[in-house]
């Protein structure tokens, strides 16, 4: 129990920083019905399979370890898209360097794990709650302590929270142990790569030039964008020849398609805001009536914010009831006024006011028998024993509890919805006074509440609010429905939606690219079937009608164009290659009036039509030089820095903004000695970097992955 306490105590440290490694997993969100006795795989890695059941498993273990960290009950959408995106990289991942290993004889034991957890440096452990409270470091002994209590649990005592807790914190070990071994597989891996990457003499000898040696620079430059596109002519023949020089540029390793799509979205009409005008008048005078069931009144009214009959903050009320609270009495009614923020009508009731403390020390003995009656016995025994002076943790502990004293704060239950024996529990606790005593009799238990201490007063409010959002009507989204079906039955190729979609009033939206390991069209919750029928369709083709959103938006897609797996079409890419082609076009006019003008000085240069001059300080070849009169960073300038003799005037250079010429007009080279040791260091750990960003990519690449999810997920 004590291992428990010292845990639970620690609860906002539980926050893992998983990402950290490599090999997180990431949640994800509930499993959708297959048909029964039907296999389905959600994806391949070197021709070995993954089943939807097993990706699913991979999904829910990490998701109870998330929730269990961040302390959530749910994910929202977003945050499960994310995460299944992270569970499928990191199974492919890890079968990458398993596959490796495996060739090369690599192996993780079991004595290399409990070392690992002996030493307890790995970053991982550090994010643990199995940490010394006054160092914060990872603490084994404690983590041995609390498996030796979970192996002897006496499961049929223990209060269900507490075994709750205790398989959470079980299920959170055994994913972090499975963890660390695929992040010591990734970094012995890493590792032998890491010692292959050499640097010899020269290269240390070259980089230490490249960064002391340093050049004084004056230049003149006509820059591009002096010459008009429209006075050059582009070819087909020059595109080609230029997609052909850098096609491998060009290659891409999914299919990928392009649509076009509209999204209705349905707002209420002038008839549904004037009828939910008229309801919010009904409801604001029956709130200046009401008097004492406010919770019951409010859940009737299908208010957004719930009343809870406890003493709030400001900070937990709607930010347009608390800039209106201070110009309202006790007692009064405020509204109807519409908040454009969350677009709602709104009418609150300031119910009370008090100065109360927001932090509050307390200490509690859960007690739990064979009956109620038993139950009330035992604690009416327990608590008369504390009134007449026995010792509050004694009784605890023989009762299997600690009795330690804990804090809470407004920030630990306001906005939670709270009822029931929650209610009751938070409102002894926030209403005893300073050591004040009570035995509060709950549904399956009583509990001994004492609080110990009171601090940091402040203003704390009652405020009854009615908050309705400002929705269309069923007739509303009827007659919506209506006409944008007919408009699809009506236009029902790409070609004709294309062609009449702004006369209807509607707006297409063209998206490129997308690829079937996206979860959303246009960001639009509820569109993972249109997803699917986008990687099912013919060029041309339009769907049917797709409700999603919030139940607030119809969707219709057309697909324009299939970009499968490979080298993606010249007709693409040609607006980018016509970029390049008009630089170089425009770098050779330059170079040819250039030539034609004779100049043979630095002042004659810039003297040039168009010309601009300026002057760089520090040049290195390390690194590129920024020409600020062109808002250009030019690496050949800071390669010529490192060639050029001082007063020798450069010829042309073809550069990023514009053609330039160069005079250096001083060199100098930093007071550093050389250190070839330091420099080799420097450049494998370089290596070292680039390697581990792209090992992986070159293993995917051999490996053949196939991803599928979107079939099923």
């Known amino acids: 129990m004590a291992t428990l306490q010292n845990i639970r105590s620690k609860g906002p440290l539980l926050v893992i920083v998983i990402g950290l490694a490599l090999f997180a997993f990431i949640a994800g969100d509930a499993w959708k019905v297959m048909q029964p006795h039907q296999s389905h795989d959600v994806g391949e890695v070197n021709g070995e399979s993954l089943s939807a059941q097993e990706y699913q498993a991979m999904v829910e273990e990490y998701t109870e370890v998330i929730k269990f960290s961040r302390g959530v009950a749910a994910l929202t959408d977003e945050q499960t898209n994310q995460i299944k995106d992270e569970v499928w990289r990191t199974y492919v991942n890890n079968k990458l360097v398993e596959a490796e290993a495996e060739k090369l004889g690599l192996k993780v034991t079991n004595a290399e794990i409990q070392a690992i957890i002996n030493e307890g440096s790995h970053m991982l452990?550090?994010?643990t709650p199995f940490r010394n409270p006054q160092t914060g470091a990872f603490d084994k002994d404690m983590l041995k302590k609390f498996l030796v209590e979970y192996s002897n649990l006496n499961r049929a005592q223990m209060p269900a929270q507490y075994l709750e807790y205790y398989d959470s914190m079980y299920k959170f070990w055994s994913f972090l142990e499975k963890t660390l071994i695929q992040t010591r597989l990734q970094e012995k891996y890493q590792a032998l790569i890491a010692k292959s990457l050499l640097a010899n003499p020269v290269e240390a000898q070259d980089a230490f030039d490249a960064r002391v040696n340093q050049a004084d620079l004056l230049l003149a430059a006509v820059p591009y964008s002096s010459i008009v596109d429209s006075t050059l002519t582009v070819s087909d023949s020059d595109l080609q020849a230029a997609y052909d020089k850098k096609k491998e540029q060009f290659r891409q390793?999914?299919?990928?398609?392009?649509?076009?799509?509209?999204d209705v979205q349905v707002t209420a009409s002038e008839e549904d805001k004037a009828a939910l005008q008229k309801e919010m008048q009904e409801y604001t005078s029956q709130l200046a009536s009401e008097t004492e069931?406010?919770?019951?009144?409010?859940?009737?009214?299908g208010s957004d914010y719930p009343y809870v009959d406890l003493y709030y903050t400001k900070k937990s009320l709607p930010s347009d009831v608390v800039a209106r609270l201070d110009s309202v009495s006790v007692g009064d009614v405020f509204g109807p006024y519409y908040n454009v923020a969350d677009n709602t009508l709104n009418s609150f009731k300031k119910l009370a006011t008090a100065s109360l403390a927001d932090s509050i020390e307390y200490r509690q003995i859960q007690v739990m028998a064979e009956t109620p009656e038993k139950t009330k016995t035992l604690a009416d025994s327990i608590y008369n024993a504390i009134k007449g002076g026995a010792d509050f943790a004694e009784l605890a502990k023989k009762y299997g509890q600690t009795g330690n004293k804990e804090w809470i704060t407004s920030a630990n239950y306001e906005g939670a919805q709270i009822e029931g024996d929650n209610l009751k529990y938070i409102a002894a606790v926030t209403s005893l006074a300073k050591n004040e005593l009570a035995n509060l009799a709950l549904t399956q238990a009583n509990v001994i509440l004492e609080v110990t201490d009171k601090k940091a007063v402040t203003d704390k409010y009652k405020v009854a609010v009615v908050k309705r959002p400002v929705e269309f009507s069923k007739e509303t989204y009827n007659k919506a429905y209506n006409e944008f079906s007919q408009f699809i039955a009506a236009n029902n190729?790409?070609?004709?939606?294309?062609?009449?979609?702004?006369?209807?009033?509607?707006?297409?939206?063209?998206?490129?690219?997308?690829?079937?390991?996206?979860?959303?069209?246009?960001?639009?919750?509820g569109t993972k079937d249109a997803l699917k029928w986008v990687f099912s369709a013919k060029v041309g083709e339009v769907s049917g009608l797709y409700e999603c959103g919030e139940s607030d938006h119809m969707m219709v897609v057309g697909l324009s164009a299939i970009i499968p797996e490979g080298y993606r079409p010249l007709a693409l890419v040609k607006d980018q290659l016509r970029r390049e082609v008009l630089r170089?076009?425009?770098a050779e006019k330059i170079m040819a009036d250039m030539k034609a003008a004779n100049a043979t000085t630095f002042e004659q240069y810039k003297g040039l039509a168009n010309a601009v001059s300026d002057s760089i300080k520090h040049v290195t070849f390390s690194a590129p030089a920024y020409v600020s009169v062109l808002r250009s960073s030019e690496p050949s300038i800071s390669a010529y820095a490192s060639v050029g003799e001082p007063n020798q005037l450069s010829a042309p250079i073809k550069g990023e903004g514009g053609v330039y010429v160069l005079q250096t007009y001083a060199k100098e080279k930093l007071d550093e000695k050389f250190d070839e040791a330091a420099e080799k260091t420097t450049l494998e750990n370089m290596y070292t970097r680039m390697a581990g960003s792209q090992y992986i990519n070159d293993l995917y690449l051999k490996a053949d992955?196939?991803?599928?999810?979107?079939?099923?997920?």
């Open 125 to 127: 452990l550090q994010q």
């Open 253 to 262: 390793f999914v299919e990928t398609r392009n649509i076009q799509y509209i």
């Open 293 to 301: 069931d406010y919770t019951t009144f409010i859940r009737s009214t």
């Open 493 to 525: 190729t790409l070609e004709k939606m294309m062609a009449n979609a702004e006369d209807a009033g509607y707006r297409l939206y063209p998206r490129t690219d997308l690829s079937s390991a996206e979860h959303t069209i246009g960001g639009i919750r």
């Open 584 to 586: 170089d076009k425009k």
């Open 705 to 713: 992955v196939k991803d599928t999810r979107y079939l099923f997920f």
